[in-house]
């Protein structure tokens, strides 16, 4: 069993910062790519930022420059520093895994955490 806890959302005013942190356990071989989404009210979800197992990172234009993803892969834990947050970056904040479960097998499983509330007052 895989399971991906999330901590570190709240309420915070604009400008303010957050860092949202994402720790994978259970019985995992390796982490591929992770990454973390967002979904506000009555929106689609959307990708924030993603990083590879080699360290490569991409973002959503919205938030380049104010959003930083890292990972400690001894940890299997994930991390979004969030910087001058906006009214705009109000949303439910999930990490997402792509994680390799057998030593036979190269097939990646997708795994989801439980969200955390994000919101950022103006």
């Known amino acids: 069993q895989v399971q991906l806890v999330e901590s570190g959302g709240g309420l915070v005013q604009a400008g303010g910062s957050l860092r949202l942190s994402c720790a994978a356990s259970?019985?995992?071989?390796?982490?591929?790519?992770m990454g973390w989404y967002r979904q506000a009210p009555g929106k689609q979800r959307e990708l924030v930022a993603a990083?590879?197992?080699?360290?490569?990172?991409n973002y959503d234009d919205s938030v380049k420059g104010r959003f930083t993803i890292s990972r400690d892969s001894a940890r299997n834990t994930v991390y979004l520093q969030m910087n001058s947050l906006k009214p705009d970056d109000t949303a439910v904040y999930s990490c997402?895994?792509?994680?390799?479960?057998?030593?036979?097998?190269?097939?990646?499983?997708?795994?989801w955490g439980q969200g955390t509330q994000v919101t950022v007052s103006s």
């Open positions: 997402n895994a792509r994680i390799r479960l057998y030593s036979y097998s190269y097939v990646l499983y997708d795994y």
């Open positions: 259970g019985s995992i071989v390796s982490i591929n790519a």
């Open positions: 990083i590879t197992s080699g360290g490569g990172t």
